[in-house]
T-cell receptor, first 112, second 114 residues
Framework: NAGVTQTPKFQVLKTGQSMTLQCAQD?????MYWYRQDPGMGLRLIYY???????DKGEVPNGYNVSRLNKREFSLRLESAAPSQTSVYFC???????????FGSGTQLSVL | GESVGLHLPTLSVQEGDNSIINCAYS??????FIWYKQESGKGPQFIID?????DKRQGQRVTVLLNKTVKHLSLQIAATQPGDSAVYFC?????????????FGKGTHLIIQP
């Protein structure tokens, strides 16, 4: 049972570089989310997609873009990485919006 | 703004004892609450949930209590085991719409003493 799969698991970027974090779920969930986790800050919502074809900003969207490619896949893009974006990123999905989330294993991103 | 928080950042218990992790929430419109467990290097894992029309819900070795009067949520773990060592997060949301996903507390680190 794959659940929510994120790639890559680790990434190091230089300031100004771009990259895309990939996420896919095989649970036929309608809603998908991207969170970031920083020490002492808990999990903060970056963007979410309540259903295929829609995306909305969360609490901390600045510096990020997302694409809901299809029902299974939801990607997060950093166009010009900044050191403040050093964090652990989690993708999650839920059957419907505001139901319990199932999380991927995370991507540890360092921006130098 | 409204937020979900935890009373203690670290809780240390003896193996075999019961653990109680607390959570305070301030959004009276929240009607769905979830506890997650996060082990080091892993993503949060669902433990148990409760809706606002209930006061108590039991799972395997875990019980969640909801006190809507004082906006308090607790997670009780019976007979704590070494494998229970993790950070525990509470989360809340409004299922009727108007909420953007779950709002998470900052977490409590549960440490099991041998």
């Amino acid at each position: 049972n794959a659940g929510v799969t994120q790639t890559p698991k680790f990434q190091v970027l230089k300031t100004g570089q771009s990259m895309t974090l990939q996420c896919a779920q095989d649970m036929n969930h309608n809603s998908m989310y991207w969170y970031r986790q920083d020490p002492g800050m808990g999990l903060r919502l970056i963007y979410y997609s309540a259903s295929e074809g829609t995306t909305d900003k969360g609490e901390v969207p600045n510096g990020y873009n997302v694409s809901r490619l299809n029902k299974r896949e939801f990607s997060l893009r950093l166009e010009s990485a900044a050191p403040s974006q050093t964090s652990v990123y989690f993708c999650a999905s839920s059957l419907e919006r505001n139901e319990k989330l199932f999380f991927g294993s995370g991507t540890q991103l360092s921006v130098l | 703004g409204e937020s979900v928080g935890l009373h203690l950042p670290t809780l240390s218990v003896q193996e075999g004892d019961n653990s109680i992790i607390n959570c305070a929430y301030s959004n009276s419109a929240s009607d769905y609450f979830i506890w997650y467990k996060q082990e080091s290097g892993k993503g949060p894992q669902f433990i148990i949930d409760i809706r606002s029309n209930m006061d108590k819900r039991q799972g395997q070795r875990v019980t969640v209590l909801l006190n809507k009067t004082v906006k308090h949520l607790s997670l009780q773990i019976a007979a704590t085991q070494p494998g229970d060592s993790a950070v525990y997060f509470c989360a809340e949301t409004r299922t009727g719409g108007g909420a953007d996903g779950l709002t998470f507390g900052k977490g409590t680190h549960l440490i099991i003493q041998p």
